[in-house]
């Protein structure tokens, strides 16, 4: 019958439709992983696209990498998002084990956090791991292996000023926070915002207080180790609640740009290189993106640490660079460890060179700092040199709560005090450890 | 047509008449309203059993542990301490009431309002519903990133069509006291579409006769709303308070695209604060938040649920 046939043939299509459908779903995931016997192994590496430089840089050994190796393709895959997402993200992607074979992240505490024994691939076995600078390969291991090659040179916190503004208004370089506050009036009388922050981009907030950790150490240098073993809290040592008070002073001086709120990155550089502000608390790395964007004006842009309280004990907090990492899933494991082996040679720290500048001093061995600097590394590097600089508490210490940009806006924006900002960090630092498993918490 | 077995029966069964007839029995599963056999409804509850009910108890289970995806370590309360105790985490337990009630409210009220204008012989009315209830059908995501831009205290649109009328405008997402109410002024402008909808057919239910027996009797347009359209729009009442609070207490999309949660922890909610504690890695936590957010919306919804629908039996 006519009526039988049409339905069993809108049955067969449907029942074909759903099976495509599902298979069309199933298939989806796998990720495009290439062929093996015909044609280049392809690599993915994932990171955030919050950093411009850090794209850049990322491209360039990937495609230094490719045209030495032309058997295995390296494909950056920058379509992460930033702050509190990426790490969602990160954390996702490789506990469902749906990481991409190489990811982008920084190094210290926040790798700790990853769980790398288990999720990431481990390469101390590799013998370029020997050439990696002994603070910075601390930062990628753990008791049980190394897992990271770095992606660019050590970095310094601090505040990039305007070089002119001080010139014309007669200033000099503050060595105590006194003397900064008292340039910030200087600066403000004259019309200029004497502090650029940048909320927009929510990780900047915590800029400052980060920073501040060299002038913290010189007061209580076992605070990391104690932190650690929850000996020591925040809220109760008062040189670590000075970090917190430092951005408290700033907002009630009125320091802030009128828009901090909404302010990103590259828009605070262009602030500071155009004068609108004075100052502006950030990683040396971003010495780049002024290079690129305003070559002309990049000598006028100085650097120099957080002040604490002391003019003879000025130093510098460093930063250790970021670091590429694998998933311990990747279905390229030779392939990836010979990445990693390109990124931490001599080879690797031509391609960041070049697509970053110098920015510091390089954590690989047989990795030197030649050419011209621009005028904020140039101001860094007696630092570096004279060996005062510290660590930020990042790199000493796996415990840092996750919340601290949060709190940094929270205090910034003045809704909260120092001390409170303090508290509430230690108790996102307790939650922290608790879920780290650490011991003593 | 498939045959009940239990109607079956060899005959010397049948005679004994201690047992029901085979149509009764047929009657009684139609009468208990059961048109289809059990094993009907097999596949959806397999579905809905494995893809709802398992993970509700399971993360029944796993909100009170520690958990990293690899390994459990059972905490008792801890998390649920943690998550009323810190006053970042049981900020958004409050914000999330403020964000409901005051989004349920207006939803209400505008939505009626206009659902009575776009009831009455307005001109081009068929137009102007399609365009009430356009925000509903647009991606939640999209509305928030341009009403963002819109609230901008500098460069947005609002603040400088404002400048020109003379006010100074506010911070609407960067003032931390106003965060919240912006998102919320925008989740109702994007809503009541819904709300004017389902109102506009609760009022044109009302038969004519009322309003024409009050036309008689010389009632004001006040008097009418209040005694006739009021009451008698009850039911509609009830599913736009029940859905508009289900959803104000579960918002998360608008709030995470407006602010993320800022300025601070300012705008934060359950859901917002959930997916931090997510993100963070602290799954543990996150599954107490959801626990949480679970019982919080039960324990508004269903007595609201049962109250009003027995008010409006009796009426």
Same mark, same amino acid.
């Given at each position: 019958m006519t009526h039988r046939t049409t339905r069993r043939l809108i049955t067969a299509s449907a029942i074909t439709a759903v099976g495509v459908l599902a298979l069309a779903g199933c298939s989806a &995931?796998? &990720? =495009?992983? =290439? /062929?093996g016997d015909d044609g280049p192994v392809e690599l993915t590496w994932y990171m955030g696209a919050g950093v411009p430089d850090d794209i850049e840089t990322a491209e360039q050994l990937a495609a230094d990498f490719t045209a030495a190796n032309p058997d295995i393709k390296v494909v950056v895959d920058a379509s992460g998002p930033q702050g509190v997402e990426l790490d969602a993200q990160m954390r996702t992607k490789l506990a469902t084990g749906d990481m991409a074979d190489l990811f982008w992240y920084n190094s210290g505490a926040l790798m700790q956090?990853?769980?790398?024994?288990?999720?990431l691939l481990n390469v101390a076995d590799e013998p370029w791991v020997e050439d990696l600078n002994e603070a910075y390969r601390g930062t990628v291991s753990t008791d049980n292996g190394t897992y990271g090659a770095p992606v660019g040179s050590g970095m310094g916190g601090g505040f990039f000023y305007n070089v002119d503004v001080y010139e014309e208004l007669g200033l000099e370089v503050p060595m105590t926070w006194e003397d900064f506050m008292a340039n910030g009036e200087a600066i403000r009388a004259a019309g200029i915002d004497p502090v650029i922050q940048s909320f927009g981009d929510t990780w900047t907030a915590q800029m400052i207080l980060l920073a501040d950790y060299y002038n913290v150490s010189v007061e209580e240098p076992d605070f990391a180790d104690d932190l650690t073993a929850n000996e020591t809290t925040f809220a109760g040592t008062p040189a670590a609640v000075a970090s917190f008070q430092k951005l408290q002073d700033l907002t009630e001086a009125g320091f802030l740009n009128e828009d901090y709120q909404n302010t990103l990155l590259d828009q605070a550089l262009a602030k500071l290189v155009n004068g609108e502000g004075a100052h502006y608390p950030m990683l040396t790395f971003a010495q780049a993106t002024i290079e690129q964007n305003f070559p002309d004006q990049a000598d006028s842009i100085g650097f120099f640490p957080v002040? /604490?309280?002391s003019a003879q004990d000025h130093g510098l907090t460093s930063w250790m660079p970021s670091s590429v990492y694998a998933p311990a899933t990747t279905e390229h494991p030779e392939e990836v460890k010979k990445f990693m082996g390109f990124v931490a040679s001599a080879d690797g720290c031509d391609s960041i060179t070049a697509a970053r500048g110098v920015t510091g001093p390089y954590v690989?061995? /047989?990795?030197e700092i030649e050419g011209d600097v621009s005028r904020v590394v140039s101001d860094m590097l007696p630092y570096f040199e004279e060996n005062r600089t510290s660590p930020a508490l990042e790199f000493l210490s796996s415990v840092k709560g996750p919340n601290l940009q949060t709190i940094a806006v929270e205090l910034g924006t003045g809704t909260t005090t120092a001390q409170q900002a303090a508290e509430a960090y230690d108790e996102d630092n307790r939650i922290q450890a608790e879920q780290l498993g650490l011991e003593g918490w | 047509m498939s045959l009940d077995t239990a109607d079956v029966r060899p005959r010397s069964q049948a005679n004994t008449g201690t047992s029901r007839p085979p149509s009764q029995r047929r009657r009684t599963r139609q009468r208990r309203n059961q048109p289809y056999p059990g094993w009907f409804y097999a596949p959806a509850a397999t579905i809905y059993g494995i893809l709802f009910v398992v993970p509700t108890f399971a993360s029944f289970y796993f909100a009170f542990t520690r958990w990293s995806f690899v390994e459990t370590e059972f905490i008792g309360f801890d998390n649920f301490i943690t998550f009323f105790s810190e006053p970042r985490l049981s900020r958004g337990f409050v914000n999330t009431f403020i964000y409901a009630v005051v989004t349920s409210g207006a939803k209400v009220a505008i939505g009626l309002a206009l659902a009575i204008l776009l009831t009455s012989?307005?001109?081009a009315r068929g137009y102007l519903r399609a365009v009430v209830f356009f925000p509903v059908l647009v991606s939640t995501i999209g509305v928030g990133i341009t009403f963002k831009i819109l609230m901008d205290p500098f460069d947005g649109l609002i603040n400088k069509a404002l400048a020109v009328v003379g006010i100074q405008g506010?911070?609407?997402?960067?003032d931390p006291s106003l965060a919240l109410l912006s998102v919320a002024a925008v989740d109702v402008w994007k809503g009541v579409g819904l709300a004017t909808l389902i109102y506009i057919a609760g009022i044109v239910a009302i038969p004519s006769e009322y309003y024409e027996a009050a036309r008689v009797d010389g009632a004001s347009a006040w008097s009418t709303f209040r005694n006739i359209t009021l009451p008698l729009v009850r039911p509609a009442t009830v599913t736009v308070v029940i859905l508009s609070l289900i959803g104000g207490l579960r918002t998360f999309d608008l709030i995470w695209a407006m602010t993320g949660g800022g300025p601070g922890f300012a705008s934060d909610v359950i859901a917002s604060t959930i997916y931090k504690q997510y993100a963070a890695g602290f799954y543990g936590l996150s599954t107490a938040g959801n626990v949480v957010l679970f019982l919080v919306v039960t324990a508004v919804v269903l007595p609201l649920y049962i109250f009003m629908n027995r008010k409006s039996k009796e009426l």
């Open positions: &995931g796998s &990720g =495009g992983d =290439g /062929g956090q990853l769980n790398p024994d288990q999720q002040p /604490g309280d690989v061995d /047989g990795c | 012989g307005i001109f506010p911070g609407w997402l960067t």
